[in-house]
């Protein structure tokens, strides 16, 4: 047996932020992956997505510029040289990723599946390791829904729709989440039909039904079709590609595209990985149960990133590898004490941060709320950008922001700031005595406070 003082079990973005502290310790690492190094944001999630929004973009832009001022002629789009530039893009950071650990001296790679074979022990292959402390960062999987025939056809997550190499004449995708929503999007600006079929009522069901809305009514200017409160309930083969029957309102009919993406949520990687051999508690879900410091039910042993349930996002595994180092060396950093934050990479995107206005309301506090449409602000009406909308929540007793959602240009970037604010416990009155840079978007956003009025 072989003993590590850390051994680190998946290579998704916490492992990066874990290896860039304990590395300069000297101490021992194993790093154990049996598939491509960099987890889903660098091979199949953020990296190569939001290089396919800045095309998706371009080529937006481009077919607006009689409304600029200038024409570009007939416009054709080159999905091979899309695919080249998102392929260069994600392939390099997992390959930077992979040769950092192969020439760190006191790093090992081990390029193969592993899984408890009891406390703090590892079994990878022919191997048996030992961990001092022992990091779990194995990330979700897609949840494939129940539906009649869904197995034997022709289904892509996002993982195979970004290995396609021809554009779909005609996208079917089940599920109007951030997954599915962004990628709707982008195949309809490359040129494919798309079609959203959505259950509930809504895109994006934990956000605010204003904020969904508009997120609906531009893509719809786009011409995507979105179909709300429709089942799937069978899906067979056809000429054409895929053929889903529908259920909606009692009524069934169907629809036939090209290919289908199923983007229904995901699934923790907990099963097969020996976590009843090591003690390790998971939740009904599968999620590994963790404490406030990521740590498990079996002592030396943390979870981090998708795999324990507290955020899907890059950014909260990061955080959950600055959590664990903090708790390692005497820290106190928690994961309940973290901000809830998070993109959607639409165009326009949408950020967000803290609480919807739904769940501030159900708080039962007094809440007051200012919005301003993207119409009304100077620099988003100078770009031609004005779908959407600012909404700012605040706490009528303490004078704090609650929770924020910026759908408009810049979103996602503006949105940081107000994670700052709150994180800061700035007052409001405070932060609209603050000058920011003209002309701006965000220089709008303590003017917007000026609109407060109670949630009646």
Not at 129 to 146: D, K, R, S
Not at 341 to 346: E, H, N, Q
Not at 396 to 416: K, M, Q, R, Y
Request: charged share 20%; net charge negative.
């Amino acid at each position: 047996m072989q003993t590590f003082q850390h051994i680190i079990l998946g290579t998704g973005q916490a492992t990066g932020t874990l290896l860039g502290k304990l590395i300069p310790t000297n101490e021992s690492i194993a790093v154990i992956e049996g598939a491509k190094i960099g987890g889903s944001c660098v091979n199949y999630g953020c990296t190569p997505t939001k290089s396919l929004v800045a095309s998706a973009k371009a080529i937006f832009v481009a077919k607006r510029g009689n409304y600029f001022g200038f024409q570009t002629g007939p416009l054709r789009v080159d999905y091979d040289r899309i695919r080249e530039r998102m392929n260069g893009i994600r392939n390099g950071s997992s390959s930077g990723l992979e040769s950092w650990m192969e020439n760190t001296p006191n790093v090992t790679l081990i390029r193969d599946w592993g899984a408890f074979s009891g406390p703090r022990t590892i079994q990878v292959g022919d191997q048996t390791l030992h961990g001092e402390q022992i990091y779990v960062n194995v990330g979700t999987h897609p949840f494939l829904p129940p539906i009649e025939g869904l197995k034997e056809v022709a289904w892509m997550d996002s993982a195979r729709l970004l290995d396609l190499e021809r554009i779909p004449e005609h996208l079917l995708i089940i599920g109007g989440g951030y997954i599915g929503v962004e990628f709707a999007q982008i195949y309809r600006r490359f040129g494919a039909e798309v079609t959203i079929l959505q259950r509930g009522a809504q895109l994006m069901p934990r956000e605010d039904r204003d904020v969904a809305d508009a997120i609906a009514d531009f893509l719809r200017e786009e011409g995507i079709d979105i179909r709300f409160n429709t089942q799937v309930v069978r899906a067979k083969e056809n000429e054409a590609g895929v053929e889903l029957t529908l259920s909606s309102a009692g009524t069934e009919s169907s629809v036939t595209g090209s290919h289908l993406l199923v983007a229904t949520g995901r699934r923790p990687n907990t099963k097969g990985i020996g976590l009843e051999h090591a003690d390790i508690a998971t939740d009904e879900r599968g999620f590994i149960q963790v404490d406030d410091f990521c740590q498990t039910s079996a002592p030396g042993v943390f979870a981090l990133g998708d795999v324990n349930g507290h955020g899907a996002f890059t950014h909260t595994s990061v955080n959950d590898a600055e959590i664990v180092l903090d708790h390692l060396y005497g820290g106190n950093r928690k994961i309940s004490s973290r901000i809830p934050i998070y993109g959607l990479f639409t165009d326009p995107p949408l950020g967000r941060v803290g609480m919807t206005e739904k769940e501030a309301v159900a708080t039962g506090r007094k809440i007051l709320k200012a919005t301003r449409l993207m119409s009304r602000i100077s620099r988003a009406k100078e770009m031609g950008e004005t779908n959407g909308f600012a909404k700012i929540l605040i706490d009528a007793e303490t004078d704090l922001v609650l929770g924020v959602s910026i759908l408009g240009p810049g979103g996602d970037e503006i949105i940081n700031m107000f994670a700052a604010i709150m994180h800061s416990g700035i007052p409001c009155r405070s932060y609209r005595e603050v000058v920011l840079v003209h002309p701006t978007v965000s220089e709008l956003m303590p003017w917007v406070l000026d609109s407060l009025q109670p949630i009646s």
